[in-house]
């Protein structure tokens, strides 16, 4: 079933907008699972948080680390770029496109940049290469923003809880119907829904297709949603879809308002949808978003935004006296699930027993896009690391490692 078809466009309405401030999180609700925020208690003086226009630097050593180590590091990312080719609807169509049906690109696809990047310790700015202020594609880390914006809804009461069914939320037939209609807020968020359908032109199987033929792919068992793990990109932008409808405003100007101008971010990023995403709510054309830009679309942004919506999440959801993300969401998010240890909500990607990255405290979590993008967030360093395409492979924790190897005091 073809679902969320574009529309024509429609004559101009009342705006009806639920204008929504305040820095505290909602009531206390039940959730499951209970998770325990992990925060670090902070001591000794100021935690720093940097100006709009001004992130001041230190030193290594004065940030209790190694100059010549992390030179090393630095150059170790930029020895280790991707090779592929910078020319990302190139990159698109010989890697997804060479194994997947329906991979014509529909939203936004930039040419991208050299390898950039960041070391972020005790909120300064110790290392930095590249071009860090040039907005690139940082694909399937766009799905930390969009669960964000979910964590958001949540805070406010207009999600009651992550265990709700998603159909309760969708006055739209046909989105949670049959084998859909027992997935809830949390089996999107984990991954784990296996929804069944076709959003924006892209039926769920066409997206890393399991099954010896292509006539296997949509014929596919189905699994009781919640238990079992699959990295979906139609599903991830239903859940965009359904924020959406939640919101009941478009998803970038929520981002904005609420994150990205609270933590000083600048105004070059760009949140994409697709050229059919587009839906009518309350009178109004209002595109929806993706997760992702894996049919193009998703967050364009700098390495150096990407480093404050990394630092918000080293100081546990705060920036300055204000509290913009609950911690209690992020104790949730920096949780696994039962069909996934190393998956807490969308794309926070988790080092249990360290087997993800081995070079990384167990307790590290990282902010994953294709290409490679990758934000590191270390509480137990204190440290947020930005590096934007790494190769594959070890590459990412050989770099953290010698990273984590120039700290020398904590």
Do not use: C
Not at 120 to 129: D, F, K, L, Q, T
Not at 204 to 228: N, Q, Y
Not at 339 to 356: D, H, I, Q, T, V
């Amino acid at each position: 079933m073809q679902l969320a078809r574009p529309l024509r466009p429609a004559p101009a309405a009342a705006l009806i907008l639920m204008l929504l401030t305040g820095t505290t999180a909602g009531p206390a609700r039940a959730q499951a699972p209970k998770a325990t925020a992990k925060a670090v208690a902070t001591t000794g003086p100021p935690v720093y948080f940097p100006d709009r226009f001004d992130w001041q630097k230190r030193s290594a050593p004065d940030a209790g680390m190694d100059q010549p180590r992390v030179d090393e590091a630095v150059q170790f990312a930029i020895a280790n770029e991707n090779p592929a080719t910078k020319d990302l609807a190139v990159d698109l169509a010989t890697t997804f496109g060479a194994r997947e049906p329906f991979d014509t690109p529909i939203g936004p696809v930039k040419e991208r940049g050299a390898a950039n990047g960041l070391i972020i310790r005790h909120g300064y700015i110790v290392a930095e290469w590249g071009d860090t202020s040039r907005v690139d594609m940082t694909f399937s880390v766009t799905k930390t923003f969009l669960s964000t914006v979910v964590g958001l809804a949540w805070q406010r009461g207009l999600i009651r809880n992550v265990t709700d069914l998603a159909r309760d939320y969708m006055p739209e037939p046909g989105y949670f119907e049959g084998h859909n209609s027992t997935i809830t807020w949390e089996h999107l968020l984990r991954q784990t829904s296996d929804w069944q359908g076709t959003l924006w032109g892209k039926p769920d199987w066409a997206d890393r297709p399991e099954g010896a033929t292509p006539a296997d792919w949509p014929k596919r068992r189905l699994s009781e949603p919640g238990t079992r793990y699959k990295y979906n990109d139609t599903r991830v932008n239903l859940l965009a879809l359904l924020a959406l409808h939640v919101w009941r405003r478009p998803l970038p100007s929520v981002l904005r308002e609420e994150v990205m101008e609270p933590i000083g971010a600048s105004t070059t990023w760009r949140w994409h949808g697709y050229d059919n995403s587009w839906i009518e709510l309350d009178g109004q054309r209002i595109q929806s978003m993706t997760g992702g830009g894996h049919w193009g679309g998703g967050m364009f942004i700098s390495a150096r935004d990407m480093a404050r919506f990394g630092y918000l999440f080293l100081r546990n959801g705060r920036w300055n006296s204000r509290q913009i993300v609950s911690p209690e969401w992020i104790g949730m998010a920096r949780t696994g699930g039962p069909a996934n240890a190393e998956y807490g909500f969308m794309n926070w990607f988790l080092n249990p027993g360290r087997k993800s990255l081995p070079a990384a405290p167990e307790s590290s979590v990282t902010f994953r896009g294709n290409g490679q993008n990758i934000i590191y967030v270390d509480w137990d360093n204190d440290l947020v690391v930005v590096t934007r395409w790494i190769r594959g492979g070890p590459a990412l924790n050989d770099f953290l490692g010698k990273v984590l190897g120039a700290i020398t005091k904590r």
